[in-house]
């Protein structure tokens, strides 16, 4: 069906990509029929979404505005405000950077392999995929079950709005609104009949959509990270079986098992007996690779292929020489595709924190008013644990780049690089200083995305929590 | 008696092993007797104990509940509560994850050695085990301590527990409580008499199980890193006889020594004369490694076997490169160790850090009301400092892992690395480079075991102390 | 017109060292006619402004202390000659460190170019140049729009100083001052009449003269880096072709594409068919370095020059060889520079962040009594935005070096060092060893000037606003 | 007169090492008569002064615990009991663990020089000395100075202690006190007469011993920092005639002015002029090292001294080796003393700081009672500039050796290394990575001394001000 342009990260992202496009992002390319006709049609409706989403999100700015004499609905309204407006921050960041994605997703199109190492390569591309895809399908499975939860919560309760008696400012009287997710205005009566009808088939809409547009994003960068942290593995395991081709090679130092033997046979030391052994066995250790395995039949064939003993050693060179391009160039373009996920998500991660930090700031100032379990403390705490997923989806990913990046350098040190020609040494040293600083997405240089990021927005949220209780 | 398969880590730590037997640890291996008979009898047994842990903690938590309207015996059981959590973690974090302390105990089984090194690393070895055994002997000393202190402070003062008067709620009331060393609700009635002694043996075999718990695998894992130190300061030790040796190989350059003496011959420039010495002096200074003996019998042995001089420098080079080999090897292994032992203890550290970080924070809202010095005070104490001791034993072990790893890069720079072999030199530039980031535990990747964490800690109750003193 | 010695650095910030002159700067050098009584001249109006400068300062200060009673006067007040105390400490701390200054600048007076890198550095050369002159012009025009605004900002709203009743402490009565920029004691009546003409002349010369003695001199010190920092993208962009060009040397090697044409002819394995694609494709992966042209005409000439074929090896080891000497050479020389730079200005930095810090703090203070948008709140708005734009433009050009610097390294690592000769992998080594740490601008050893800075500063304010707002 | 043994760093302090003996350290050794006779008397002198210590000690003691009603009485007797706190500590430190001072006295007592460099090491030697000289004359001065500011402002104002009246609490009365300089408690009358000349003589002896005591322990502390600085200059100004050394030597590669001539007469190709002047331009830059001269003569000589090329060469390169040699060992010498440094004043350095902060903490209290010019602020002031002056100086030297140590490397990057042999690259490679990490004194693992350490504590104490002040 899709057998047009469906290589490198766009196929391994498809489904993500469909979602994309259905929710109304401006993903205009990766069509089967690019024509103008189509084209102009996809325009149209990725259009349409965003007058929606925008017209909406100004009745909610506009409810706001005008229930701001009171603190607590004030505080309410710029909470929701607020969390939405990530999802417009997200929807039109695409829009106006989308030639940034498309670089971007086009980066890993014409990805090479080497015939040595394509089956791990090959592995760890179908597991990347796999993550990817379950990923995917959780998020929006999350997405889903919030979407109708915060419906559902909606139709529990009474459906009133606390407000000042205007004649006494000492009395509450309450006020009937009607029984939507969001606080909104609407230039008709939304309170029953067809007014209430069409208010709510908008917000549910609405609602969904937002929901989304917020989540595919997040969702686009953890992949990308995903994808990255499989290349980098698959860097890291096939180090070992590199060096030891390496090793093999080195013709000058005969094979280390041997080396002892010819010792022990000249001279008749005490080394030969038990000792000897014990030399011997730090040799022959062999440490656990068993996932990985190389492609032996291609490998036995260029080595058994030519006779003359010359002729083996250089193509066993050549061999080593394009294995160790393959790793390096396959290094610098993980580095590559990580600067451009840099440069494509930096701003947005911006402000999806700073909108965050002020958002759960209000939020923790809301939690101080729970006394019992209720309607009101489902709300904040939905609203809490949300905004803190989202935030821990991508920092938990981007922590695992800054691991997996910077255990490259244990990996090159574990081969037995000891063995290896003079140059398999060289490159393990450039590589090793290369690596002593992990790879990591920094939110427009400001920031690192990591688990102590995390931390400490979550420390942040208790100080702020314990100061507001206090002050209460 | 255990000659069945005591070796590696579990020798070495076959008293700890033991006692954690007997106090009930899920630690069904590394018997005699495997048979499906005894096993399932000690089954039972760890059973049985955890059990009795568990209905006494429920029992502690219902005398929580009961006393919770009052803020400070809420504040006192919490304290309670909290710091025997530790012990039930500890009890059933071992029993989840027994197979990678089997894992990691069985690191150790297989590391060879190397016949120049055997008598540095028996050394080694044997410092590690009497270390370990005099800190296993030390902690249970001091856990038998705390337990039979606790007992005896229970019987000192009146044993009287102030209510509010249900009648008139600012007047006080004593009511009379059970002589016992733990807040506990029991089904009987524990004031006296029967039930009062059924309630003391209880309460006395839990308290000491439930110290000793958390106390040997805290221990354990302060073993493990120093045994993972000793090792560090072996690898560091052979460092220096490991160039001298390469440096002695190094035929194409003549013995240093050798050098100005040539000059002076050929040349009688001033050089010969007062200045030579000075130089001939920089060769010549010894530097102070008393402490490491060769095992000169098998060199020498090797040296002088063969008469050729080729072959003799043949069996050299093997010699040195094996012994190349062996470091890195074991080098691997204590870095692939210590990631076990991170691996292993990570998530159990991160509990002890979050429960322990409350309690402390508990117990300085207690200290405030410290005024004089009484049973109180000496509660108060007692749980503090005996909290503070167990986070800094495994904070001190963990700074100095990390010490003794980050000095692996000065012995590699302190040895005569400029006399040795281009293959030594590379040797050295590799193992620096690595040798750049500390080896150290992580708590699950949010903090770092080291002394810098301890005083961190600290750093938080004094300020928490001070505000909590201020309010009051 | 200035033919005499505009080379280097004196050149290049021409427009900027002519403005200096003109404002009174004491920057005596850099003229056509350096006879002494030129000279002479120049330091009279040097010394003329400064004393302008100091005396209108003080009496701004006498004004301070004549208005110290009240609190927000004293505030008002304080911020002013702090604000103002920049525009002195820079004016004379030029003044007394100019043989600085002139060392500075004289460093790039004799940097030598290399005859294949020429084209690529005179093409950095221009574009550095473009960008300082346009960053003059863009700082210019702001300095002299904030002017305008100020002056225009006294016209609006009445000219009152609210000041206590002597006779009744509660009241407040108006006084009327005269429309000045600054509020000043001067000898004579100011409020209206010739003494308020002469006041307001002396004032309008006095701020402009103040604000571009501020401006100038940050402007400079940025346009350094901004100079610094395109140097170090010429160094950037010429280590690929550099590689490249070692890499065509190395006659010991084959050229890849050939190396497997070769196993292919000779064995006729698998490899030859798909699989060998592969390899051969990662071999031709060529990068996108579209914006760096050699100076193809000179290499070309060097290469068909000689015929023989040992001639020709030679003369390109030599271009080589005098590449990475230039490379080398001119890295050392950008970071003396640096050294220089932070050499010149690291004090007035210091002093810069401190009295900021100060005046920040007050701000926070002042602009917790806004509550409408008036006169008040503009000016109290103006100061803090001039202030934090102050410290964002050296923040910001501060940052840029230390990221241009750390990248040098993936730039070492991103070209096709292991097809380089060993002399060229030492080369890389060495580089990413000393480029691990990045190049930095420290004030006085205190901070180093980068975004992180500015986003200390940022959340201190902020903290600070929020403090002080809770407690009124 | 000292001709027995003085040589090394004794020679060097010789100075101080008379004061500290004649202020009664426990400076047993270094003198010419060590018969059993006079060492006994040494002893005795030791031990008298350090119980004459104690004793005046505990009469503070036993004053601050007589006057501990009064909050304000407590704080002034608590910070002199604190402030007299750090000299004992320091001489009874030295006291016990003086077996570490002889011992790192003794590190430079065998230093070997190196022909070729031997002029530059004495000229720094000389700096080293010369700056340890002025630094003890002017703490010295210091010292003295502060003793006799001490003495006089206790004949300033009234000698009156303000205590409550024991009948009225709301009242105070005034007691007279004796005009000492520190309140202690004495056995006899010391109001006047007799008992009075007695306490006086008592305190300034006291005074000046203690205030001597704390100083003379920093200056040696210092000392030692500033002849390692000048021990790293030395090394970093040898690196450039060695590596120009190196790079004579390298017969393999022509020098490098003639590379080009050659290239020139064969091709003829424009890159011989203008642009061919560049290329020698990139060779020939002199580097400023002015103030480095080689010991040309015996260089000359061994150069000059043998005819045959090939023995010249092989001279040359023992000469080349020998400095490696002697710059490894030396630098290896310096850690090994900096080392010792922080193993012999580690413990020191964090009592020095835990009562330093607990001094300046109090002292922050006292100052936010300040409210005019008296007696009380000049003590307060005293005593805050005093005690900040001690931390700022060793803060201040250990600054230095981090930034002398750490720019170690950029002088192993700023020489011509890409001349050097393969030889000297290597060394300068593993050079540069052993001094990515720079050498700092920590105080016992808690912190380093750095000027980092001043700023933070300067923070802590203008934090606690501010909150002091906003609480009075």
């Known amino acids: 069906m899709y057998k047009f342009r469906l290589h490198g990260l766009v196929a391994d992202l498809w489904p993500l990509i469909r979602i994309m496009q259905m929710t109304g992002f401006f993903l205009?390319?990766?069509?089967?029929?690019?024509?103008?006709?189509?084209?102009?049609?996809?325009?149209?409706?990725?259009?349409?979404?965003?007058?929606?989403?925008?017209?909406?999100?100004?009745?909610?700015?506009?409810?706001?505005?005008?229930?701001?004499?009171?603190?607590n609905d004030l505080t309410a309204n710029t909470i929701t405000v607020l969390?939405?407006?990530?999802?417009?921050?997200?929807?039109?960041?695409?829009?106006?950077?989308?030639?940034?994605?498309?670089?971007?997703?086009?980066?890993?199109?014409?990805?090479?392999?080497?015939?040595?190492?394509?089956?791990?390569?090959?592995?760890?591309?179908?597991?990347?995929?796999?993550?990817?895809?379950?990923?995917?399908?959780?998020?929006?499975?999350?997405?889903?079950?919030?979407?109708?939860?915060?419906?559902?919560?909606?139709?529990?309760?009474?459906?009133?709005?606390?407000?000042?008696?205007?004649?006494?400012?000492?009395?509450?009287?309450?006020?009937?609104?009607?029984?939507?997710?969001?606080?909104?205005?609407?230039?008709?009566?939304?309170?029953?009949?067809?007014?209430?009808?069409?208010?709510?088939?908008?917000?549910?809409?609405?609602?969904?959509?937002?929901?989304?547009?917020?989540?595919?994003?997040?969702?686009?960068?953890?992949?990308?990270?995903i994808y990255t942290c499989e290349q980098l593995i698959h860097l890291k395991e096939i180090m070992k079986p590199l060096m030891e081709l390496?090793?093999?090679?080195?013709?000058?130092?005969?094979?280390?098992?041997?080396?002892?033997?010819?010792?022990?046979?000249?001279?008749?030391?005490?080394?030969?007996?038990?000792?000897?052994?014990?030399?011997?066995?730090?040799?022959?250790?062999?440490?656990?690779?068993?996932?990985?395995?190389?492609?032996?039949?291609?490998?036995?064939?260029?080595?058994?292929?030519?006779?003359?003993?010359n002729g083996l050693t250089k193509k066993q060179e050549l061999l080593v020489r394009s294995a160790i391009k393959y790793w390096v160039e396959r290094h610098k373009h993980v580095v590559r595709f990580v600067s451009n996920i840099g440069d494509t998500y930096g701003s947005a991660l911006l402000l999806h924190m700073l909108t965050s930090t002020v958002a759960l700031t209000l939020l923790a100032y809301q939690a101080t008013k729970i006394d019992t379990v209720n309607v009101y403390a489902c709300t904040v705490l939905g609203y809490l644990v949300y905004s803190l997923a989202q935030v821990f989806l991508f920092c938990f990913f981007g922590n695992r780049l800054i691991e997996e990046s910077s255990s490259v350098m244990e990996a090159a040190y574990s081969c037995q690089w000891y063995d290896g020609s003079e140059e398999a040494k060289t490159f393990i040293q450039i590589v090793c200083q290369q690596c002593q600083k992990a790879m990591s997405i920094s939110g427009a240089k400001f920031f690192t995305v990591s688990l102590d990021l995390f931390a400490s927005v979550?420390?942040?949220?208790?100080?702020?929590?314990?100061?507001?209780?206090?002050?209460?």
């Open 458 to 472: 979550l420390g942040a949220i208790v100080t702020y929590f314990m100061v507001l209780v206090q002050l209460n």
């Open 246 to 309: 390496s090793a093999s090679l080195d013709t000058v130092v005969p094979h280390s098992a041997d080396l002892f033997r010819a010792v022990s046979a000249t001279t008749n030391a005490p080394i030969t007996s038990g000792d000897g052994e014990g030399i011997r066995a730090i040799y022959s250790n062999q440490h656990d690779f068993s996932n990985f395995r190389l492609n032996t039949g291609t490998l036995a064939n260029v080595n058994s292929g030519s006779v003359g003993p």
């Open 83 to 225: 969390f939405f407006l990530h999802s417009l921050i997200k929807f039109f960041y695409f829009a106006i950077r989308r030639a940034k994605f498309y670089r971007t997703l086009a980066t890993w199109n014409n990805a090479n392999s080497h015939p040595l190492f394509s089956e791990n390569q090959s592995r760890h591309h179908a597991t990347a995929v796999g993550s990817m895809r379950r990923l995917v399908m959780n998020v929006g499975i999350g997405t889903i079950v919030s979407g109708f939860a915060w419906t559902a919560i909606t139709f529990i309760g009474d459906s009133v709005h606390e407000i000042r008696d205007p004649d006494n400012f000492n009395e509450t009287i309450f006020e009937e609104v009607p029984r939507l997710m969001l606080r909104s205005w609407y230039p008709w009566n939304a309170l029953s009949g067809g007014g209430y009808v069409v208010s709510f088939i908008i917000q549910i809409l609405w609602l969904f959509l937002a929901l989304s547009h917020a989540m595919m994003m997040d969702t686009m960068f953890c992949c990308w990270l």
């Open 28 to 71: 205009l390319d990766y069509h089967e029929d690019m024509s103008f006709g189509w084209t102009s049609i996809r325009t149209g409706y990725a259009s349409t979404v965003s007058c929606f989403m925008v017209i909406q999100y100004l009745l909610l700015f506009i409810n706001l505005m005008k229930q701001a004499e009171d603190v």
